[in-house]
């Protein structure tokens, strides 16, 4: 049952095949047997979560209009706010803070019918691409304890791959969505810019790079939660999109879709095994009848977009986080210890890094004039042992902070892209791949996803705990 998709599971209980509580508590006695071993959890709700499942069984006995993912569990990220429980924000510094208002994604999730169950781990502050804190500790990855699930929702995406929770809510600010999802296996999605509100996430900025984003194990649950979520709030001003959602979106498109794929060089150095499997991807996609072909970016081999994201948040967070941890030097981990030591970006240096970007959604769009979808890299390897500063690839030696390299320039440009699995290393781990498509085009993302997860050898994979 926990490993049912959140799709099927709402089916069920609208089918009245499965009562609400049954599933509520079959996610706790997971989440109890298995989270020992993980620590992806760090509040667990049960008694209100169950109490909701008793009013959600009285209202599919009433015959009562149920929502799309009525009685459904689902678990959230800790730093986006739930109304009377815990958001810590992965640091002592925020201990026992409860917010009273749920955060924009949330609401719109329990709208729905959905339940939450649980929140989730995260790196101090969510800036860091391993999960851990002072708080509650290093969560690990449920194919490998000895390995990282990935950061900022490495929490989400080890508790959704092991069956603790059928869905999530993440937030991305460079790869936390799309990564953690490469290294347990399962899928997220970054939606444009602005299509899902990121009210009630913090830090909340920079918010032109801050995403908040889906995570499951099934392409149609994100694909469900992404029309859920999108719209404005009247809060967020990114969320204003002039552009109809595509309520659709997955749907068979009316043209034969073109593709380019692309690792190197734009997203190099890549391990061989990742660079195999987008390749193994794109003859996939060609199979099932996309052209499909390799391509160059021109922008992507001339601009560095982790030094540009590095150049354009650094100037904004290091004050939320010398703010925030005023008075509380002793409760500060290593993450933001290194922003607070982080050298100031000068003012010339914060322009040339914007007219940069400037270039790079240039190049992209100039690409995207030609193509539909871009098939590309997740992350240059799979999911690292914990602690990892280096990686050496192709002969090269890289610092850590190159996992970033495929999946930054997307937030930078706020184009869509959805990641997930369609490969298996030759240590048992998964091996992702990445579909970006044109701003507010997420119904291509989801439609090759969904083709995709189709011919996928490895769908419906679970890590054995």
Not at 149 to 169: K, M, N
Not at 202 to 210: A, G
Not at 246 to 258: A, K
Request: aromatic residues 6%; contains cysteine.
């Amino acid at each position: 049952m926990p490993f049912e998709d959140a799709t099927e599971q709402a089916a069920q209980v609208a089918a009245k095949s499965i009562s609400p509580v049954e599933l509520v508590q079959a996610h706790i006695d997971r989440i109890e047997a298995v989270d020992p071993q993980l620590n992806a959890v760090v509040t667990l709700v049960a008694e209100r979560a169950l109490a909701e499942a008793r009013a959600a069984e009285q209202a599919v006995r009433r015959g009562d209009d149920l929502g799309p993912l009525h009685g459904v569990p689902f678990t959230v990220k800790d730093s986006l706010d739930t109304a009377e429980v815990p958001t810590q924000r992965g640091s002592p510094i925020f201990r026992g803070r409860i917010p009273t208002v749920d955060a924009t994604s949330v609401a719109r999730l329990r709208h729905a019918g959905a339940i939450l169950l649980a929140k989730t781990n995260l790196p101090e502050f969510s800036y860091a691409i391993e999960t851990e804190n002072l708080l509650t500790g290093r969560t690990n990855n449920p194919w490998d304890l000895s390995r990282t699930p990935g950061g900022s929702s490495g929490g989400e995406s080890a508790a959704i791959a092991a069956g603790l929770s059928p869905l999530g809510l993440g937030s991305d600010v460079a790869i936390s969505v799309r990564g953690p999802a490469a290294h347990t296996g399962i899928v997220a999605l970054k939606a444009t810019h602005g299509r899902i509100p990121t009210t009630g996430h913090w830090p909340e900025v920079p918010r032109r790079l801050w995403h908040v984003g889906p995570m499951a194990r099934s392409v149609r649950d994100v694909a469900l939660a992404y029309r859920l979520l999108s719209g404005p709030d009247g809060i967020d001003g990114y969320a204003n999109s002039p552009v109809e959602l595509d309520l659709g979106c997955g749907s068979e498109p009316t043209n034969r879709l073109r593709v380019g794929w692309l690792v190197e060089p734009g997203f190099g150095p890549i391990d061989p095994e990742v660079a195999a499997t987008v390749a193994d991807t794109a003859s996939a996609l060609s199979s099932a009848g996309f052209d499909v072909e390799p391509i160059r970016i021109p922008a992507l081999e001339e601009i560095d977009g982790i030094d540009l994201y590095l150049k354009l948040q650094g100037p904004e967070v290091k004050p939320v986080v010398a703010e925030a941890t005023a008075g509380h030097h002793d409760q500060i981990f290593k993450y933001a210890a290194r922003i607070l030591a982080a050298p100031d970006v000068e003012l010339r240096e914060y322009v040339a890094a914007s007219q940069a970007v400037e270039r790079l959604r240039g190049g992209f769009a100039d690409f995207f004039r030609r193509y539909d979808a871009l098939l590309c890299p997740v992350t240059p390897v799979p999911a690292t042992p914990h602690g990892l500063s280096e990686l050496v690839l192709e002969g090269q030696s890289v610092t850590a902070r190159h996992i970033l390299r495929a999946t930054v320039p997307f937030n930078l440009t706020g184009l869509p892209a959805l990641s997930m699995r369609f490969g298996t290393s030759r240590e048992g781990l998964p091996i992702g791949v990445q579909i970006t498509s044109r701003w507010f085009a997420e119904s291509t993302v989801l439609h090759i996803a969904a083709q995709l997860e189709a011919v996928s050898a490895v769908a419906g994979l679970r890590p054995q705990l």
